[in-house]
């Protein structure tokens, strides 16, 4: 059964992509119809078609992201007039001018952000690096140092041991001469 759709949209709507969502949703469903935005900074959406469509159509464009807030929807059903041939999003004169004005200012600060935050990455990955090489640097001075502790270590209980042994021996040689072993 084909319907009319009339919604009053209200919230953050305008100048933020909302009526170009709406007619791809519309689009997408086979509607025909209307999106304009009023002077009262609502958005004013017209659409005809198969009832069950208008219905997920309505459920659609109640739409809240990073820019679209949508906050309240006044919706009217009646019979269609079949003044469509398919679903348009109403512009001002000039308006298309305007926002990609608007559009590439936003990409601007949007490239110039991106930008900063790869300097400012870029410092810090060369910080990390030079850290990363002060250290390898301290673990092989660190290493070095503990192989020529082994080394001296080596030497002072090789010196030890012989020292050990020789008394050892000598020990041996006097307990044998007074006859205890």
Do not use: C
């Amino acid at each position: 059964m084909m319907k009319r759709l009339t919604a009053y949209v209200s919230g953050s709507v305008q100048k933020t992509g909302y009526r170009a969502e709406v007619a791809d949703f519309a689009r997408m469903l086979g509607l025909k119809g209307t999106v304009e935005k009023l002077d009262d900074r609502r958005v004013k959406i017209l659409a005809e078609g198969n009832e069950d469509k208008l219905k997920w159509f309505a459920e659609a464009i109640n739409i809240n992201d990073n820019l679209i807030q949508v906050s309240s929807i006044e919706s009217e059903y009646s019979e269609p007039t079949g003044d469509f041939g398919k679903f348009y999003k109403l512009v001002d004169k000039g308006e298309t001018d305007s926002r990609l004005d608007t559009a590439v200012s936003h990409l601007n600060n949007l490239i110039g952000a991106v930008n900063n935050l790869n300097d400012n990455l870029g410092r810090k990955m060369d910080v990390m690096i030079d850290l990363q090489r002060e250290s390898l640097n301290s673990q092989e001075n660190l290493l070095e140092e503990v192989h020529e502790s082994r080394k001296d270590l080596k030497g002072y209980l090789e010196q030890r041991f012989e020292k050990l042994e020789s008394e050892v021996t000598e020990m041996r040689a006097a307990l044998r001469e007074k006859g205890i072993i």
